[in-house]
C-alpha cells in the first residue's frame, strides 16, 4: 500500500489547532444542519442517483475504480445518516443495464466491489438495523454477484430501522415493460380483466411492490437528468440535483437535501390554499 499523501507541508500543521478547531466546528455545523429537520416532515422514502465516482477519480489522477471504492463510504454514511432522523427506505441506484456498456474491467471491478461490500458490511447492516433489499433483473448478474446478495437480503431479512433497497442491473423500461408483460399474460389466460388494471394492480407488478413510492430524488454530480430510474414512482417526487460528486456526498450533504425538501410546498395538483 503507497504511503498516505499530506497535503499539508509538516512545518505548517498546527495538528492541535486541527484537533481541537476544525474537527469541532464541523461536528457542530453538522448538529445543526440535523436539528432545523422536522422530523414529522421527513421522507418515507428517499431514492439517490448515486453519480460521479469516475469524474471524481479523475480529478484526482486515480483509476475511476477508486472512485467507486471511494464512493462505498458514502453508502455507509448517508445510510446512517438517514437512519438517525427516521428514513424508512433508502433506494441506490448502484447498476444499471446500460452500465454493462462500461469497459469491460471496469465492470468486473464493480461486480467484484459488490461482492466484497455486501460480504464486509453485513455484521453492521445487522448492528444497525438495516435490512437490505434489490431491485431490478438480479438474475443476470454473475453468479458470485448474487449469491452475495441473496445472502446479505437473507441475513438481514428480519431488521426493521431502515430498508436498503439497491437497484441493480435496473432499468425502469425494463421494470414497466415486464409488468405490463406480466398483466398481458393474466388477460389472455382469463385469470384478470382488462378493465380491473388499475393504479395499484399495475404498482403491484412492479418490482417496488410494496415499498412507498419515494418522496425525494437525489442526484449527485451535477447532471439533471433521471436516467432511466424509477420513471413510475418518482411521479410526485421532489427532485434534488447537487453538484457534489457521490464520494463527496455525506450526512451533510443528505441533511441540505432534505430541508431544500422540506421547504417546498407539495400541491399534488391541488392549490396552497387547499392544502391549507
Do not use: C
Not at 437512519?83 to 467484484?112: C, D, H, K
Not at 463527496?248 to 392549490?271: H, V, W
Request: aromatic share 8%; hydrophobic share 45%; net charge neutral.
Amino acid at each position: 500500500m503507497p504511503p498516505a499523501i499530506n497535503i499539508f507541508p509538516a512545518e505548517v500543521i498546527d495538528y492541535q489547532f486541527f484537533a481541537l478547531q476544525i474537527l469541532p466546528n464541523k461536528s457542530a455545523a453538522m448538529s445543526d444542519l440535523k436539528s432545523q429537520i422536522i422530523p414529522d416532515k421527513v421522507p418515507r422514502h428517499i431514492a439517490i442517483i448515486m453519480d460521479g465516482n469516475g469524474r471524481w477519480a479523475k480529478q484526482k489522477g486515480m483509476p475511476r475504480v477508486l472512485g467507486h471504492r471511494s464512493g462505498v463510504k458514502s453508502v455507509r454514511d448517508v445510510t446512517e445518516a438517514a437512519a438517525e432522523i427516521g428514513v424508512q427506505y433508502l433506494t441506490l441506484y448502484a447498476f444499471s443495464t446500460e452500465n454493462w456498456n462500461r469497459p469491460p474491467a471496469e465492470v468486473t471491478a464493480l461486480m467484484t466491489l459488490l461482492v466484497e461490500t455486501i460480504k464486509g458490511e453485513i455484521r453492521d447492516l445487522n448492528k444497525n438495523g438495516v435490512r437490505l433489499m434489490a431491485i431490478g433483473d438480479i438474475e443476470a448478474l454473475p453468479a458470485a454477484s448474487l449469491k452475495a446478495l441473496r445472502q446479505g437480503m437473507e441475513d438481514t431479512k428480519n431488521n426493521t430501522r431502515i430498508t436498503l433497497v439497491l437497484a441493480l442491473n435496473y432499468s425502469a423500461k425494463w421494470e414497466i415493460l415486464r409488468a405490463a408483460r406480466q398483466l398481458a399474460e393474466q388477460a389472455r389466460t382469463g385469470t384478470l380483466l382488462p378493465a380491473d388494471i388499475n393504479e395499484s394492480v399495475f404498482e403491484n407488478a412492479l418490482s417496488t411492490q410494496g415499498i412507498p413510492d419515494p418522496e425525494l430524488l437525489i442526484r449527485t454530480s451535477g447532471e439533471t437528468r433521471i436516467s432511466n430510474f424509477l420513471l413510475w414512482q418518482i411521479a410526485y417526487a421532489e427532485l434534488y440535483f447537487t453538484p457534489v460528486f457521490w464520494p463527496d456526498f455525506g450526512k451533510k450533504e443528505l441533511f441540505e437535501a432534505i430541508l431544500s425538501y422540506q421547504r417546498r410546498e407539495r400541491r399534488f395538483g391541488m392549490t396552497s390554499e387547499q392544502i391549507g
